[in-house]
């Protein structure tokens, strides 16, 4: 055998090679979701599920049932785990889109200020960004005159939203600049002053290209939702935990339970991750 | 010297007096003067690096200069007061790699500057649009993306495109130089055409055959400076530096 000298074996590595090269023109880790993967939920959670209404004596519930009954509680939670990220999301768009602009600016303040945001919020964990959210936002605001109570939720949506700016703000300047010089100098050229450059010509092309990273980090974040349960806000994974507690603490339910709130969570990522992979093929296509 | 001086037509429309520029450490040009009248046609040959694209970068201010002055219609151009916006509505540009903006049609591309920064009437403008697509025999194309043409179509476009602005002076960076040799022919027929019209035109070219016929001036620069200049003839038949004989040596 003409002997390798690679240290791993060679279909290993070159999955490795194409999965670093699709990362980094998505411009972040990729969920690595396959089907294979919720094949291989859905298989834990039968299997699980069989496993405990084995254990169950004929007086209990069967596994079954009790998954079904608390469906529609379980399932508002995760409605609410994917409203805290459209909200976290939108959000964290606007002002990351701002920030990233502010990082090209012309005045160093800005550009200095601007990159020192955007490093301190992208560098930090998020669950610290959620506890900080969490015990230093106060508990209610006065605006004009009105008292606006912040419950949980919107400290915690809030604290998921400064990770998510921080990393469009990159997306966003990362855009920008891969946009060809010969279009500033030939819109330039033409008398185009910077802002009707930016909004007119370079924007518009960078819409496309910022596609890709920013859907994969909507995954993540959905993904992130989840740990607004350890700030105690009543998402879908506190919920769990009550529901399993309310079940008697039965012990042979939480592979069932947790299985079963995964394969939600892969359901709705899973076409994301997908569509994002075919979105980043069609552009690589064109440029 | 006032920034603004009353032009007159017997002035020269470009004065390049003696324009040194660097970037960083980097010497580009070192002592570069040049006179351009209203109408001429004035081709800048030389070897790669020897500052000629620098050098109509220069006179539109989209690179600054480190001394020496450039003076358009009397306007000096590195005059910190003076409004770039201003210049470069009379100066217009076209660039090697065409630059359109790919998320634009033709006729899109043609009709932007004239609308966003003239702030002109749309049915106008798109009427003149027209007709300038027209001009560069790209009837047809209107609608057709960058992406969709080829690159002589485009390089029409895009001169198309300076025109729509209504410029005194036009420069031509190496336009044919990204061209198969087929297309290179239809993008220097519309140059030669804006010749005759009166159009002064600055080319940085590489197309000797073209430069021959077309050009009013030859310049020829070198690492930084203008090595030797003269009428076509003169510049073809009797070169007199060595430096400008070896060049047009390796090129003819």
Redesign the interface.
């Known amino acids: 055998m003409s002997g390798t000298d690679l240290p791993v074996l060679l279909p290993a590595a070159q999955q490795l090679a194409e999965r670093t090269r699709r990362e980094r023109e998505v411009g972040g880790p990729i969920p690595r979701l396959q089907a294979r993967h919720g094949v291989w939920l859905a298989v834990i959670l039968v299997f699980s599920a069989g496993a405990a209404g084995a254990q169950a004596g004929a007086e209990q519930e069967s596994v079954l049932s009790i998954m079904l009954k608390w469906t529609p509680l379980l399932l508002k939670g995760f409605v609410f785990n994917l409203a805290i990220s459209f909200l976290a999301m939108a959000g964290g768009t606007i002002v990351g889109a701002l920030l990233g602009i502010w990082q090209i600016s012309l005045l160093p303040p800005v550009r200095a200020g601007s990159w020192l945001v955007t490093q301190f919020f992208r560098n930090a964990p998020w669950l610290v960004l959620l506890f900080f959210c969490m015990f230093l936002l106060p508990f209610q605001v006065q605006i004009f005159g009105y008292v606006i109570p912040l419950p949980d939720w919107i400290k915690a949506t809030f604290g998921l939203a400064l990770p998510v700016m921080a990393n469009v703000s990159e997306i966003v300047r990362g855009a920008i600049q891969s946009i060809?010089s010969?279009?500033w100098?030939?819109?330039?050229?033409?008398?185009?002053?910077r802002r009707?450059t930016l909004w007119?010509?370079i924007m518009?092309?960078c819409i496309k290209r910022m596609l890709p990273p920013w859907m994969n980090l909507y995954a993540i974040l959905t993904m992130a939702t989840v740990l607004a349960s350890v700030v105690g806000v009543s998402e879908v994974m506190t919920l769990t935990g009550q529901v399993l507690s309310a079940e008697g603490g039965r012990t042979d339910l939480l592979v069932p339970f947790y299985s079963y709130i995964l394969l939600w969570f892969f359901i709705y990522c899973y076409p994301i991750a997908r569509w994002t992979v075919r979105l980043e093929r069609h552009f690589a296509v064109?440029t | 010297m006032t920034a603004t001086q009353a032009w007159t037509t017997d002035q020269p429309i470009v004065r390049i007096a003696d324009v040194y520029q660097a970037f960083g450490a980097v010497e580009v040009l070192m002592g570069v003067s040049l006179n351009v009248m209203k109408g001429e046609v004035i081709c800048i040959i030389g070897p790669s690096g020897s500052g000629k694209s620098t050098l109509l970068r220069c006179i539109?201010a989209?690179v600054p200069i480190n001394k020496g002055s450039i003076q358009v219609e009397g306007q000096e151009v590195h005059d910190p007061k003076l409004d770039k916006?201003?210049l470069?509505?009379k100066?217009?540009?076209v660039?090697q790699?065409y630059?359109?903006?790919?998320?634009k049609t033709a006729v899109q591309n043609v009709m932007?500057?004239p609308i966003?920064?003239l702030k002109q009437d749309k049915t106008e403008v798109e009427a003149r649009a027209y007709a300038l697509l027209k001009k560069v025999r790209l009837e047809g194309k209107e609608h057709s993306y960058p992406?969709e043409l080829s690159g002589g179509q485009q390089q029409r476009v895009?001169i198309a495109?300076?025109l729509a602005?209504n410029p005194d002076v036009m420069l031509f960076d190496e336009v044919t130089a990204a061209l198969d040799p087929e297309t290179v022919k239809e993008v220097l027929v519309t140059i030669r055409e804006l010749a005759e019209e009166g159009m002064t035109c600055l080319l940085v070219t590489h197309e000797m055959g073209f430069a021959r016929e077309v050009a009013d001036h030859m310049y020829f620069t070198d690492r930084g400076v203008i090595v030797e200049h003269g009428s076509p003839k003169e510049f073809f038949a009797n070169p007199k530096d060595p430096r400008t004989k070896e060049f047009l040596g390796q090129i003819l």
């Open positions: 060809p010969g279009q100098e030939s819109s330039e050229s033409l008398a185009f002053n009707q007119q010509i518009p092309q064109k | 539109n989209l916006l201003e470069r509505k100066v217009g540009m660039f790699q630059n359109l903006f790919p998320h932007m500057a966003t920064v992406g895009a495109r300076s602005m």
